[in-house]
């Protein structure tokens, strides 16, 4: 298995086409039998042999225009034809074994149901092709199956042709009229419950809508189907872009690698962000069933229609689609919660990623395993980018910018500068600095320093921006950044400055630094900078906790008031790392008491900035950090926040009524708001009567994990006998049964240890199951942080003793759940030196996979500086 690196630079275009596939797949558990006959053409003037991708195939036989064609040679993951014509068809024979296929990547069986991943490069294990983005063709897929196990055979486009044959097996061929490339090749057989629908288009065409579940869900999909019709009204309306096919379909299956697929017209999706109601799902899930279902639809167009050149270009389709998504649950829910939630994964965990070995552009220069491409940075930092686009351009503005990227491109395969050009030619400006942010790795850092002359009533304030080092990346050069920026004084009054550099509220810095002007100041004024996180950047500005308090109250943007609280928390958790929590002045506490008095009507907000800044936000402000005294701090302050504020948080939750359980956002705010106050009462006198009411009175199961995660760290004798009386309830539901079980593993216990061991002997445990795997040992390695962090480094070494065990079984989730131990970088050095123990553990491990080595080998290769901490 090769470990070399594939660039960017050395992309090349294909150097045969293939314009139409017929397949004809004829299903067994061990032994599916695949025919390919691919009409292939030579590209351009050369004399290169076909190379052809394949992984773990058995090849039966090949022909060359209908003759057996012997003049080739088997590589460990390639085919080579040998002296082939300009155009020829080109039928290949080949067996599979999906059954064993564990990593769940090209086409597996599993819980009696066969199912495909073919993104990124899944599609040469189904059977030997131009497996890449570059290489569209039409497919005409025919599958065979036993008629009583599998009554449903489906593939991409439309069905065209079925029939029985004598030996109970049936067939059905389905036909995809758009050209597309090998990633988006989908089939799926099984025995569902279906859901039906149609959607009519603005136009008037009429779409079948089919979404198929496991027997017995079939009321847990309804919401799904809604919020897809919602996506495709939106993407009507927002875009003007309507769909294609005469048919939509959506499966849903448990054991899957990612969250979905946007296969075109039969989209694969882990059963988690399908299935939904009431009893067994929370809000949240209700949130996340909606944002994923539009997520794939939108893809129809971002990523299908138009689609990545390379994978280098990933975050083209995927930074693209995940804005297009954010975009549509603001519409349909809120806009602030929805971007408090967006910046809360950027601070989380891409800052993280920016300051590791994996740090990478959004459009990366190189890599060794293709699924490593699929990062917080690609998709998330490639949509706060595409969200700087829409500051710049307007909304107009950007929706001519689009309209003009489909007028281009549709149906080819292109680049993220074709986007930008694309976006620049439609509103005449320059975006060609700006395009800096695809190449330019890392966290930009904007400082501001200021000067106040208080006898001429002018004060100066300097911003400044400043991208470390990162593992890529030694040199930076200034970015383009849209800065939100607003000025108040302690009386409220807000002020603009004089030479006009802020317009509309946004000063466009693209330089190292620049000063801005403001007079008729008569007392020094606080900088709100970078609103509603205006980009994907860090700021330094150092006010005091009297000023932070000042913006909450003045500030003219939810989301900046939101933010100005964070920073408030973070301040007092400094003074308790620093010995000094008891001493924070009463003032802090009383003015805390006020906000949650004025906003106690206002509970969308006052949900949001009760929420204390989690572990690993606060690590991404600080360097060298000593996790456990961070984390005590952390709790100490919560604590504190508690006791202190318990009359007027206890009087705020019992004024919030909360009727018989509706989704709609006014419930979802009350709701959201009174389990925060919940999780703060849960430290207080009252804390354990009020837990365990909210448990037996809950009719959702929103209230029933919010009573759970209040008693998780405050009240350890009711969180077990709540955790017990929840296990008896959902334990033949293992969708649920993962919430138990994410919540136990990232419970901070002394045997916590001994505790996943016996989670892992659960039942319901399998390394087989991804989201298992992700509810145990990723929740433990991202989220506890006390037991993944023990001094003594036993939690990097359990975790990675079962990293050895699951990359043998499934590479992609082993790859993800390694991440925590890679970012080694920014804790304090007897830490870092555990935790790169346990990575060369890894490393010299006999057959690791390529997924793995690429991070690990990475982080061990990484040097640290005080530039890159």
């Not at 695949?34 to 050369?46: A, G, K, N, W």
């Amino acid at each position: 298995m090769s470990m070399q690196a594939k660039r960017r630079a050395d992309y090349l275009p294909p150097a045969f086409t293939i314009s139409d596939v017929k397949m004809d797949v004829r299903l067994h558990p061990t032994a599916t039998r695949i025919t390919s006959e691919l009409q292939i053409t030579r590209v351009s003037d050369h004399s290169q042999h076909l190379e052809l991708d394949g992984d773990n195939l058995s090849l039966v036989s090949i022909k060359l225009d209908g003759e057996i064609f012997e003049d080739i040679e088997q590589r460990e993951d390639t085919l080579i034809v040998r002296n082939v014509p300009d155009t020829f068809t080109l039928t290949i024979v080949n067996d599979i074994d999906p059954q064993n296929n564990k990593a769940l990547e090209g086409l597996y069986l599993s819980q009696n149901t066969y199912c495909t991943q073919c993104e990124a490069e899944g599609f040469r294990r189904i059977t030997y092709y131009l497996d890449r983005p570059d290489v569209l063709a039409t497919f005409e897929v025919t599958l065979h199956g036993d008629k009583a196990q599998y009554p449903t055979l489906l593939a991409n486009g439309n069905p065209v042709a079925r029939g029985d044959n004598d030996d109970g097996t049936h067939w059905v061929t389905w036909q995809d009229p758009f050209p597309k490339p090998s990633y988006l090749f989908a089939l799926v057989a099984g025995d569902f419950d279906l859901l039906e629908d149609s959607y009519t288009t603005t136009s008037g065409k009429s779409v079948k809508l089919e979404l198929y579940v496991d027997k017995g869900k079939k009321s847990r999909g309804i919401f799904a189907l809604e919020s897809l019709k919602r996506a495709m009204k939106w993407d009507e309306d927002t875009f003007g872009l309507e769909y294609d096919l005469d048919i939509y379909m959506i499966v849903a299956v448990d054991f899957f690698n990612m969250g979905a697929m946007e296969n075109k017209g039969l989209n694969i999706f882990n059963s988690k962000f399908v299935l939904a109601d009431q009893r067994s799902a929370t809000d949240e899930d209700f949130f996340n069933v909606e944002s994923v279902i539009a997520h794939e639809y939108f893809h129809n167009w971002t990523g299908n229609r138009v689609t990545c050149r390379d994978w280098f270009q990933l975050s083209l389709k995927e930074g693209l689609t995940v804005f297009r998504d954010q975009q549509f649950s603001a519409d349909m829910t809120s806009e602030l919660s929805n971007r408090i939630k967006h910046v809360r994964v950027m601070r989380e965990h891409q800052f993280a990623e920016d300051a590791s070995a994996m740090s990478h552009p959004i459009r990366p220069e190189e890599v060794i395993e293709m699924n490593n491409f699929y990062t917080v940075t690609v998709y998330d930092k490639g949509a706060e980018v595409i969200r700087m686009f829409h500051t710049l351009l307007g909304e107009d503005g950007f929706r001519k910018g689009m309209d003009e990227y489909f007028r281009r491109h549709d149906g080819q395969a292109v680049t993220c500068d074709d986007f930008v050009a694309a976006m620049q030619t439609a509103t005449d400006i320059d975006l060609s600095h700006f395009a800096q942010w695809y190449s330019q790795s890392g966290t930009p850092v904007i400082s501001l320093t200021t000067m106040f002359d208080e006898r001429k009533q002018v004060m100066d304030i300097t911003v400044a921006q400043h991208t470390p080092p990162t593992a890529d990346q030694s040199h930076k050069v200034p970015l383009f950044i849209p800065v939100a920026f607003d000025c108040i004084d302690e009386n409220g009054k807000h002020y603009t400055d004089v030479d006009g550099k802020i317009k509309d509220g946004v000063l466009l810095l693209d330089a190292p630094s620049t000063t801005l002007h403001f007079t008729g100041v008569e007392s020094p004024l606080i900088p709100v900078v970078l609103g509603n996180f205006s980009a994907p950047a860090k700021v330094n500005n150092n006010l005091s906790v009297e000023q932070m308090l000042l913006v909450f109250r003045y500030a003219k943007d939810a989301f900046n008031r939101w933010d100005a609280m964070q920073s408030v928390y973070n301040w007092c958790i400094a003074e308790f790392e620093k010995g000094q929590g008891e001493q924070i002045d009463d003032s802090v506490w009383n003015a805390l008491s006020d906000v949650i008095n004025n906003e106690a009507d206002n509970h969308e907000l006052l949900g949001e900035c009760l929420v204390i800044p989690t572990f690993e936000t606060l690590c991404q402000t600080r360097q060298r950090v000593d996790p456990n005294s961070l984390n005590s701090a952390r709790s100490a302050f919560c604590d504190a926040f508690s006791i202190k504020l318990a009359s007027v948080l206890k009087r705020v939750f019992d004024s919030i009524s909360t009727d018989s359980y509706q989704y709609d956002q006014r419930s979802v705010n009350a709701r959201r708001c009174k389990n925060v106050l919940l999780n703060h009462l849960a430290r207080t006198e009252h804390g354990d009567s009020l837990v365990r009411q909210q448990y037996a009175a809950a009719d959702n199961m929103t209230d029933t994990l919010g009573a759970l995660k209040a008693a998780q760290g405050n009240l350890p004798d009711a969180f077990e006998a709540l955790m017990q009386n929840f296990e008896s309830e959902w334990n033949v539901d293992p969708l649920v049964l993962d919430k138990w079980f994410g919540l136990h593993a990232t419970t901070e216990r002394d045997d916590i240890l001994s505790q996943l061991s016996l989670l892992k002997q659960h039942p319901q445990f399998t390394i087989n199951n991804p989201n298992r795997v992700r509810a145990v040992m990723g929740s433990f390695a991202f989220f506890n942080t006390a037991g993944f962090h023990r001094a003594d480094g036993a939690g990097y070494k359990y975790v990675t003793d079962y990293l050895l065990e699951l990359d043998a079984v499934n590479p992609q989730v082993a790859a993800r759940v390694v991440t925590p131990l890679t970012q080694w970088q920014n804790y304090a050095p007897a830490h870092q030196s555990l935790m790169k123990a346990q990575l060369n553990r890894l490393l010299g491990h006999k057959g690791l996979s390529r997924d793995m080595f690429e991070k690990v080998s990475k982080s061990l290769a990484f040097e640290t500086s005080g530039e890159h901490a």
